[in-house]
């Protein structure tokens, strides 16, 4: 259990450099909540704070760093959020840096040097880079005197973004002992908060849990008898000349649906989800939204962390989100430059039934994870290895939780899933087997970049190949097919799914969690329920006791 570190005289000297700080970093004045966590993080207290979205927690993290002259790590879950605090720190004077896989070696090289060299004060990081021998580095020559957790309730195996490689934060803790720790969620249940502590090992954390209402966001709600209604309607609320809006759907053929509906009525709108794989059009989407240049996005909720657009006048919910947690964080983007903004959630039966189904497909319950587990056992080599999709394991189920079920064995560690394999293996069968020039000119590729055993097996790599040849990737595994087909060469493909390796057995316990937290997850559905159901006059109190007085 860490230690508290009592240095009486250095915190009062922060606590007086306050007002400097936020003239350093353009601000006026705390809000009240940021008044009173920081009364606790600058009294060299572990804090964790529960404040909803847009309550300014970035802040929290950034005056210890400027008043107590600590360099800070921040660990963060997603790449948008990194780069979007770290550029909003920077435009207020506060140097920030990030670490993560888009910005390539050597950009993130010299951003590890300048935080050895003292040149920056916050560092925002991703917790798989906990293990990374670079960072490790880096952080030996210049320890962090502040370790802040964002959205710690990744941390907790009851959320349901629980997220296995923030656990490693625990351990970085207790290694560097840092002194002063921060977790920070918009939401989280005391069974959360207390979950999370215990983690990070530090169980004497000051709990620090504020809700102040956004009295410039108006929530409304519309029910409706099917989507196609809804549709008509939100083309009436986007039409014109229309302020910045989200549009959030909860599903990506709903955002494809959507969208289609939109532009073909003459809506100019961006649109955002965890599908699109081009790096180059997320940014482009983003973008046209963010600039201005497109004034409506519609979206899953993969558009939310590190968005601070602070004009947002309208939030729209074609369809009822998981929580009321989600309920606070979506429509808390908009009005952050403290204009009125209008909250409408739409209710229909197509959004309930998708509820339902989202809930599902996300929770497995405990006859899932048990039948999961016994399909990769029976379907695993010598070596506790399975190589079945998580389609066939939803195929033997008989339902759709097949994903999930494994999702949840890779989280609590009983099995591990690694990348698929990209070596292929082919042998020649006739040395006088009639190859075409093409085929004859792909096996001597394969000679020349593969490694051959005593039996001239050769493993190689298709792109290899293609790199050699000049001919594409598809080309060559239909020719190796077909050269297979023919038997003139024996033909190993590479395999298309990630490899499941069996670490243990799923515990009695576990399986129980499971089903507690699919229960959990089904009050939060009703919690949602009960809100869009509300006369809209009284919304603003039900979030105001939700957030006050959050159930265990």
Known sequence: MRKFKSNK???????????????????EALRPAQEECLKSILAGEDTFVVIPTGGGKTLLAAIPALTLDLPVIVFSPLIALMEDQAQSL?????????????????????????????????LLVAPERITNPQFKAAIAMRKPGMVVLDEAHCLSQWS?????????????????????????TATATNTIVDDVTKTLGCEKMTLQRHYTPRLNLHLHSRQCDDVDSVHR????????????TIIYCSTVKHVTELTAYLTERGVECAFYHGQITDGA????????????????????????????KPDIRQIIHADLPLSIAAVSQETGRAGRDGGDAECIMFDHPDARNTQEW??????????????????????ADSKNESHVTLKE???????????????????IGAI????????????LLNDNAYLTKQQYAIWQAIKAVGVADADENYQFTIDAVAKRTGISESSIKTALRGMAKAHSIWYTAPPRSKTSIILRDVTAEELQLADNRRAMEWNQLERVREYVELPDAKKQDFLTNYFRYIPC
């Open 160 to 184: 349901s973004n629980f997220r296995p490689d923030y656990v490693k934060v625990g351990s970085f803790i207790e290694e560097i002992n840092p002194d002063i720790v921060l977790a920070m």
């Open 233 to 244: 309607q939100i083309l009436e609320l986007v039409s014109g000349d229309v302020p910045p």
């Open 281 to 308: 059009q997320k940014s482009i989407q983003q973008d046209s939204f963010m600039s201005g240049r497109v004034n409506v996005i519609v979206a899953t909720n993969a558009f939310g962390m590190g968005i601070d």
């Open 393 to 411: 394991i939803s195929d033997a189920l008989g339902d759709s939780s097949g994903s999930s079920a494994v999702m949840y064995l890779t989280a």
């Open 9 to 27: 005289e250095l915190f009062e000297k922060a606590r007086a450099k306050i007002p400097e700080a936020l003239k350093t970093m353009n601000y």
């Open 358 to 379: 989202l809930w599902n497909m996300s929770n497995p319950n405990s006859y899932s994870i048990r039948f999961a587990m016994q399909y990769l056992r029976d379907t």
């Open 90 to 122: 920077n435009k207020r004077g506060v140097r920030a840096g990030a670490l993560n896989s888009a910005q390539g070696d050597v950009r993130n090289s010299l951003e590890l040097q300048a935080w050895c060299e003292g040149e920056t004060k916050v």
């Open 416 to 427: 591990e899933r690694q990348d698929p394999s990209k070596i292929a293996s082919a042998r």
